[in-house]
């Protein structure tokens, strides 16, 4: 699925940038041209999955908002350079830092990233080249955005990396020309957090506690003072990843000043709403010196080893670094796991599971008490996300439980063993996956709707012998065919028009061929370009002037009727008829 880079995806789609505005406080900060006092703004970067990269990291090195009057820059809004991953695995987002803002009348964001530091990794781990058509854009708000402190704000940056990057992982180097847009939202803002760090300040027990926290793992990127509000879900463990017999147990080991916590949870309204709290150091040293963000591969349950495709060293690089060097820099490191010494897993609802949980193909964190040689011994392993798929659907016979895909050649379930070739029946089983289009707001499909050679995505588990293998799927996202064509009719009374294509670029499923199709429009279709809906796509039609025609670019799937699609984004743009 290669050509997938090149499409354009969804604004709900691959790299936001999360800002959220907190009440009123003290400090510095321009841009905004005025004499109010400035806004406490908080910074969150998410990240989600793309086709045919694991990974790809930039070093942004400077943040900034742009003022409606003039276009002049505001302050710097990161406390330090700091290297984010615009991708992930469905991981949770990252809080980045928190900084004065003046009230005012913003168009955009500025965002600056070092070159030199960007890493793309396809999904096996290696490194793929990256050209830059850009290395400072802004991202432009649709309409003039107004930051105050009367009112909680939110504005997402949203950088599209399907839209940024084009060209071929088989064929580097892929060329990055960063776009995206900005959008600001409301009250009532709450968003996951990946994690954050920081030393206990004070505690109120047993209700809260307030740290001062840091964005990176290596405390230098400082985010300030945040109030974490503890309920009793919270999971609370101590420094050797054992849970606390009570949370009065938990705040009595609590020293001010010292004791060093990695928290977990929504970040709402400035605070945290903790649902895991790991005690990291509580005086004595740093529990865990080295944490890797990474891909198990290749698990042996039996002799507790595994290998670790390598996508961030998050904590104790100055450690890690050096050893990895001496490697030759390997994207691959051969870990171990002891069960004398119980090593402590945790799945991606916080609950402590045995290493029965684990599995080949999951994206983990894993912390290493010591980093000195291979095998590195595993002291925790956290789960943040099931191994993903990709393939296509050979087979719905099984439906409404159950369809038949064949992987990519790439995947690595091919390159590990777990499934033989890419011409293998591998038997996904439907009946606790959640199914969704990879369109904008991620629309929910039934089963009834999936086709013969859709483009699918799957996150779940993988068991069976390779030649026969079943996939258990915990989420289904199927990936949008998409056409290039021209409008030749509508029918606004049914919602639907004719359209002749003139490029096929994603399949639809095998009942759309190339050539004449009939369109309808899904409930809740996007529109884009030169419309903003049904009705104005129509009128853009009916106004036809002569010598011009309308062009669409439609994304969506087939329906079980030869050539009829269901669209759920419509880009429509009216042209000259060459």
């Known amino acids: 699925m290669n050509q997938l880079?090149?499409?354009?995806?969804?604004?709900?789609?691959?790299?936001?940038?999360?800002?959220?505005?907190?009440?009123?406080?003290?400090?510095?900060?321009?841009?905004?041209?005025?004499?109010?006092?400035?806004?406490?703004?908080?910074?969150?970067?998410?990240?989600?999955?793309?086709?045919?990269?694991?990974?790809?990291k930039v070093r942004v090195t400077s943040l900034r908002l742009v003022s409606q009057s003039g276009g002049a820059l505001g302050p710097e809004l990161l406390a330090a350079p700091l290297t984010i991953d615009l991708i992930g695995a469905g991981v949770n987002p990252r809080w980045v830092g928190r900084d004065d803002v003046d009230d005012g009348l913003y168009r955009g964001v500025q965002l600056v990233i070092d070159p030199a530091s960007t890493v793309a990794l396809d999904r096996l781990g290696d490194t793929v080249a990256v050209q830059h058509g850009a290395t400072t854009f802004e991202l432009q708000f649709p309409t003039a955005a107004d930051i105050d402190d009367d009112d909680y704000r939110k504005i997402v940056v949203d950088v599209d990396l399907g839209a940024s990057l084009t060209g071929d992982v088989a064929s580097p180097p892929l060329q990055f020309d960063p776009?995206?847009?900005?959008?600001?939202?409301?009250?009532?803002?709450?968003?996951?957090?990946?994690?954050?760090?920081?030393?206990?300040?004070?505690?109120?027990?047993?209700?809260?506690?307030?740290?001062?926290?840091?964005?990176?793992?290596?405390?230098?990127?400082?985010i300030g003072p945040v109030t974490v509000n503890i309920t009793g879900s919270t999971v609370l463990l101590d420094d050797n990843g054992f849970p606390f017999a009570s949370p009065a147990a938990f705040f009595a080991t609590l020293v001010l000043n010292t004791t060093e916590l990695e928290v977990h949870g929504p970040l709402v309204g400035g605070s945290i709403n903790a649902t895991r709290i790991e005690v990291e150091d509580d005086g004595s040293g740093d529990a865990y010196v080295v944490k890797i963000d990474g891909r198990i591969e290749n698990l042996d349950s039996n002799a507790n080893t595994f290998d670790l495709v390598l996508i961030e060293i998050e904590k104790g690089a100055a450690i890690a670094g050096p050893v990895l060097s001496g490697l030759g820099d390997p994207t691959t490191i051969a870990c171990e796991y002891d069960d004398v010494t119980s090593v402590i897993v945790l799945d991606d609802d916080d609950d402590i599971v045995d290493d029965s949980a684990l599995v080949s193909g999951q994206r983990v964190k894993v912390k290493f008490a010591v980093f000195a040689t291979t095998p590195f011994q595993a002291a925790r392993i956290e789960i943040e996300d099931q191994p993903e798929f990709e393939g296509v659907i050979h087979d719905i016979s099984g439906l409404p439980n159950s369809i038949i895909i064949r992987l990519d050649d790439d995947d690595p379930?091919?390159?590990?063993?777990?499934?033989?070739?890419?011409?293998?029946?591998?038997?996904?089983?439907?009946?606790?996956?959640?199914?969704?289009?990879?369109?904008?707001?991620?629309?929910?499909?039934?089963?009834?709707?999936?086709?013969?050679?859709l483009e699918l995505e799957l996150y779940g588990v993988l068991s069976g012998s390779s030649n026969a293998p079943t996939l258990t799927a915990s989420r289904t996202k199927i990936h949008p065919g998409e056409f290039e064509g021209v409008v030749s009719?509508?029918?606004?009374?049914?919602?639907?028009?004719?359209?002749?294509?003139?490029?096929?670029?994603?399949?639809?499923?095998?009942t759309v061929t190339f050539g004449p199709v009939a369109v309808n429009l899904a409930s809740g279709c996007v529109f884009d370009g030169d419309a903003s809906s049904a009705a104005s796509f129509f009128a853009l039609y009916n106004g036809l002037a002569q010598g011009e025609e309308l062009i669409v670019e439609v994304e969506g799937i087939g329906t079980s009727t030869p050539n009829v699609i269901e669209a759920y984004e419509i880009e429509a743009e009216v042209e000259l008829d060459d």
């Open 413 to 453: 379930a091919i390159a590990s063993g777990q499934v033989d070739d890419a011409g293998t029946d591998v038997t996904v089983d439907l009946t606790g996956s959640t199914l969704f289009l990879d369109t904008e707001g991620r629309p929910t499909l039934t089963p009834s709707q999936l086709l013969v050679g």
């Open 489 to 510: 009719a509508i029918f606004p009374v049914s919602d639907s028009f004719d359209a002749v294509m003139l490029e096929l670029d994603d399949p639809f499923g095998n």
């Open 179 to 222: 776009q995206g847009s900005a959008t600001l939202f409301g009250s009532g803002a709450s968003t996951e957090i990946d994690e954050v760090e920081g030393v206990v300040t004070s505690t109120n027990s047993p209700d809260s506690l307030v740290i001062d926290a840091y964005a990176d793992d290596d405390d230098t990127v400082a």
């Open 5 to 56: 880079l090149q499409r354009t995806f969804a604004s709900c789609g691959l790299a936001a940038l999360t800002l959220f505005g907190a009440a009123a406080c003290s400090g510095g900060g321009g841009g905004g041209g005025n004499n109010n006092a400035p806004s406490s703004v908080d910074f969150v970067i998410t990240d989600a999955a793309v086709d045919d990269l694991l990974a790809f």
